[in-house]
């Protein structure tokens, strides 16, 4: 059996496969921009996305999130498909929260879900793949055009052919087009399988597909030992989306979880460098804010909100002031 380990050349050509491809994707106005974008000299050029796992532990539900992120400032929201479901299981108008998000000045940036579309078994996969095709459903629904495509159910096994990945990813990509949201490859770090940036970015060049992209996360970078300098290696199209946030210097990163994600500036994260990177990659990069501390479920949500907003933007004047 072919190894699916990359050789540094391998990665390299490949991912220049990705550049090519990047730049037949999407225009940045059909990427999740607000509807009414701040000034590039009050926003840095970046759209301030909230991720609601961020106060999942309130478990306010889809409506009170949209407004808790309009009422922070942010230019957009990235829900849980969970959150989606729930409120339309309890009798809530998927068809009326499009122009509730139009109100409150907001766009949905894209929509986390945990679909098994990567897996080797067939039928697990098939489920999967009715599965995302399901959530896109309802991420369409509400005005999203994008969401998560993380190696779920994949996470534990080691071995996974990346070619094969890559024509499952294809797959993904195609059923995405039937409901007009899109799929974006998933970094996980803590994962044996796409814990890596050489690893996403490899899948996503070999689906030959104009609408592939990457979605990355300071702290899956860090966790699965990516150097965020490849980052500059990506035209920003195939970037979307990227999670914000921070971690410690301690514990170690082989024993640090989602559990120590800190707010941005809080930790050690390269945010500066990052930063630049992604402002150089081009388009109006979408940052959204995503934590998983349960010091932060417990605190009022709002005050969450408004925090890492601040700190988001405080990153961002840090990254864009003259050296």
């Not at 509807?35 to 590039?40: A, G, L, V």
């Not at 009715?130 to 509400?142: G, N, P, S, T």
């Not at 080691?158 to 990945?165: I, N, Q, R």
């Not at 689906?207 to 592939?212: E, F, L, V």
Request: hydrophobic fraction near 40%.
């Amino acid at each position: 059996m072919k190894s699916h380990l990359l050789t540094r050349r391998q990665v390299l050509r490949k991912t220049g496969l990705v550049l090519g491809a990047a730049s037949l994707g999407l225009a940045a106005g059909d990427s999740r921009a607000a509807s009414t974008p701040q000034p590039e000299s009050s926003s840095g050029g970046f759209t301030y996305c909230f991720n609601t796992g961020t106060i999942l532990g309130q478990k306010l539900g889809l409506l009170k999130e949209i407004e808790l992120a309009a009422q922070a400032g942010y230019d957009a929201i990235e829900p849980w498909v969970d959150s989606i479901e729930k409120y339309r299981q309890s009798g809530g108008a998927l068809a009326d929260v499009p122009k509730r998000l139009k109100d409150m000045r907001l766009t949905v940036a894209g929509a986390i879900g945990f679909a098994e579309w990567i897996v080797d078994d067939d039928d697990q996969r098939a489920k999967g793949l009715e599965r995302a095709k399901h959530d896109m459903d309802l991420v369409a629904q509400i005005g999203g055009r994008r969401i998560a495509a993380p190696p779920a159910g994949a996470t534990n096994i080691s071995g996974l052919d990346l070619k094969k990945a890559a024509d499952r990813y294809r797959a993904l990509l195609e059923l995405g087009e039937q409901s007009g949201v899109m799929p974006m490859l998933e970094i996980w770090g803590f994962s044996r399988n796409v814990s890596r940036l050489s690893e996403a970015l490899f899948i996503a060049a070999e689906t030959g597909h104009p609408q592939a992209s990457v979605l990355a996360d300071v702290f899956h970078l860090y966790k699965g030992g990516s150097d965020y300098r490849g980052l500059g290696l990506v035209h920003g199209k195939a970037l979307p989306v990227f999670h914000l946030n921070d971690y410690p210097a301690d514990p170690p990163r082989d024993k640090v979880n989602d559990s120590f994600r800190l707010m941005p500036g809080d930790g050690i994260a390269p945010l500066t460098q990052i930063l630049r990177l992604l402002k150089a990659a081009g388009g109006r990069p979408v940052i959204s804010l995503e934590l998983f501390s349960r010091k932060y479920w417990e605190m009022d949500a709002l005050a969450v909100a408004k925090e890492g907003l601040e700190k988001m933007k405080a990153a961002v004047a840090r990254a864009l002031a003259p050296d």
